[in-house]
């Protein structure tokens, strides 16, 4: 498509919708702004015309404030609580400083519409200039009401330190990698830690690209709270029933639920059978005076199938044993790891506390491990009210074990 027949048929340029369902409600919360033209008899995405590099600037803004106008005057007649999410290129954005954009809200307002019902959303990897300046920018445009939305989380070069001193209302993450049949475990680390920082800048999770039922299933798992993609409705000149896909998303809900409580159960099981035998492991060698390095040495033979590493650690968690460790060769017995301090770990110290005051041992979450590389869980077991057992256990027994994984 040729650029010229998108600037010469402005009045063919149609917005298009794409609708985000809620997880706390399961209904329609608001609608992703995108464009069409009707050339001929065929309507064409503009995508192409906005990533078209030798397309000036000017000429995007241009189609970009006349898609959003007619958006606007459309979404008026729709509930007070809809949002609008409008795609804005960064570059073009600080271009003008926004100017053209706000311009064309506050026109709108003076017509009776609400501003805060508009999401800007942009792609922060994508910005080539000073990111202070875009900052300041980002944070005036907040002040007059707009929401802000970073988008394409987790690809090409996004960087969650920069993504954080942006301040988002939204953080929008591509599932389009779980359409593999076998993505990176990488991506679901990477998903983890985007979760973890919509929660620290207290920003709302929205997945979209969700064309399967198992990428909802993800998104649903990741803390989102708004969903997008095929899967539940696809871009449409019209605007749909709220309520068009509550039941769908209330069954899947449902069946998610159930799946989680399953597997929580699971372990926890898993987690008091874990306790018990070490409890009579325990209370069977307290009956001989050995000091901590040969108690760790006789546990492993005990657990030799459960754990490839053993170690002791006080409540400050300084190890009071050296580590046994599982090689190629069988058990070796590692003196250096004496007096090592875990403290610094995440929540070591509240495990610690955990355990002191529920007098219980427990899993930790799923994690890598730093020398061998392979996803493993940490048992920590109470001694007693100072001293602290930690037994690692091997991706190989979790595996066999369904609810560990």
């Given at each position: 498509?040729?650029?010229?027949d998108?600037?010469?048929?402005?009045?063919?340029?149609?917005?298009y919708?794409?609708?985000?369902?809620?997880?706390?409600?399961?209904?329609?919360?608001?609608y992703e702004?995108?464009g069409?033209?009707?050339?001929?008899?065929?309507?064409?995405?503009?995508?192409?015309?906005f990533?078209?590099?030798?397309?000036?600037?000017?000429?995007k803004?241009e189609?970009?404030?006349?898609?959003?106008?007619k958006?606007?005057?459309r979404i008026?007649?729709?509930?007070?609580?809809?949002?609008?999410?409008?795609?804005?290129?960064?570059?073009?954005?600080?271009?003008?400083?926004?100017?053209?954009?706000?311009?064309?809200?506050?026109?709108?307002?003076e017509?009776?519409?609400?501003?805060?019902?508009?999401?800007?959303?942009?792609?922060?990897?994508?910005?080539?200039?000073?990111?202070?300046?875009?900052q300041h920018?980002?944070?005036?445009?907040?002040?007059?009401?707009?929401?802000?939305?970073?988008a394409n989380?987790?690809?090409?070069?996004?960087?969650?330190?920069?993504?954080?001193?942006?301040?988002?209302?939204?953080?929008?993450?591509?599932?389009?990698?779980?359409?593999?049949?076998?993505?990176?475990?990488?991506?679901f680390?990477?998903?983890?830690?985007?979760?973890?920082?919509?929660?620290?800048?207290?920003?709302?999770l929205?997945?979209?690209?969700?064309?399967?039922?198992?990428?909802?299933?993800?998104?649903w798992?990741?803390?989102?709270?708004?969903?997008?993609?095929?899967?539940?409705?696809?871009?449409?000149?019209?605007?749909?029933?709220?309520?068009?896909?509550?039941?769908?998303?209330?069954s899947?809900?449902?069946?998610f639920?159930?799946?989680e409580?399953?597997?929580?159960?699971?372990?926890?099981?898993h987690?008091?059978?874990?306790?018990l035998?070490?409890?009579?492991?325990?209370?069977?060698?307290?009956?001989?005076?050995?000091?901590?390095?040969?108690?760790?040495?006789?546990?492993?033979?005990?657990?030799?199938?459960?754990?490839?590493?053993?170690?002791?650690?006080?409540?400050?968690?300084?190890q009071?044993s050296g580590?046994?460790?599982?090689?190629?060769?069988?058990?070796?017995?590692?003196?250096?790891y004496?007096?090592?301090?875990?403290?610094?770990?995440?929540?070591?110290?509240?495990?610690?506390?955990?355990m002191?005051?529920n007098?219980?041992?427990f899993?930790?979450?799923?994690?890598?491990?730093?020398?061998?590389?392979?996803?493993?869980?940490?048992?920590?077991?109470?001694?007693?009210?100072?001293?602290?057992?930690?037994?690692?256990?091997?991706?190989?027994?979790?595996?066999?074990?369904?609810?560990?994984?």
């Open positions: 498509m040729d650029p010229l998108v600037l010469t048929n402005l009045e063919k340029v149609e917005p919708f794409q609708a985000i369902f809620s997880a706390d409600e399961q209904k329609v919360v608001g702004l995108l069409r033209i009707q050339l001929e008899d065929d309507v064409h995405s503009l995508g192409p015309f990533q078209d590099e030798s397309v000036p600037e000017e000429y803004i189609v970009d404030n006349d898609l959003l106008k958006a606007i005057q008026q007649e729709e509930d007070e609580d809809i949002l609008l999410f409008v795609n804005r290129d960064v570059n073009s954005l600080m271009a003008d400083r926004g100017e053209s954009f706000l311009q064309i809200l506050f026109e709108e307002k017509n009776g519409f609400a501003i805060e019902r508009v999401v800007m959303e942009i792609t922060e990897h994508d910005y080539k200039g000073d990111m202070n300046q875009l920018l980002l944070t005036y445009i907040q002040t007059c009401g707009v929401k802000i939305a970073v989380i987790g690809k090409d070069n996004s960087n969650l330190e920069r993504i954080g001193q942006l301040s988002p209302n939204i953080l929008k993450i591509d599932l389009r990698q779980l359409k593999r049949s076998s993505p990176s475990s990488t991506f680390d990477v998903l983890y830690s985007i979760s973890l920082l919509a929660r620290k800048i207290g920003a709302t929205l997945y979209e690209d969700i064309e399967v039922n198992h990428q909802l299933h993800h998104a798992k990741n803390g989102g709270r708004y969903f997008q993609g095929y899967y539940l409705h696809r871009p449409s000149s019209q605007f749909i029933d709220r309520d068009l896909q509550k039941e769908k998303l209330r899947e809900f449902h069946r639920i159930t799946h409580k399953q597997r929580l159960e699971t372990l926890f099981e987690s008091q059978q874990f306790h035998k070490l409890t009579n492991l325990l209370n069977k060698y307290r009956k001989h005076s050995i000091d901590y390095n040969e108690l760790i040495q006789l546990l492993a033979h005990d657990l030799t199938n459960e754990s490839f590493r053993i170690y002791i650690c006080d409540e400050d968690g300084f009071q580590n046994v460790f599982k090689g190629e060769n069988g058990w070796i017995i590692q003196p250096q004496m007096m090592k301090n875990w403290s610094w770990r995440p929540y070591f110290l509240e495990n610690i506390l955990n002191r005051v007098k219980r041992g899993f930790s979450d799923l994690y890598s491990d730093i020398e061998t590389g392979e996803t493993i869980r940490t048992f920590s077991y109470p001694i007693n009210e100072k001293h602290f057992l930690f037994v690692d256990v091997p991706y190989a027994y979790l595996f066999e074990h369904d609810g560990l994984l």
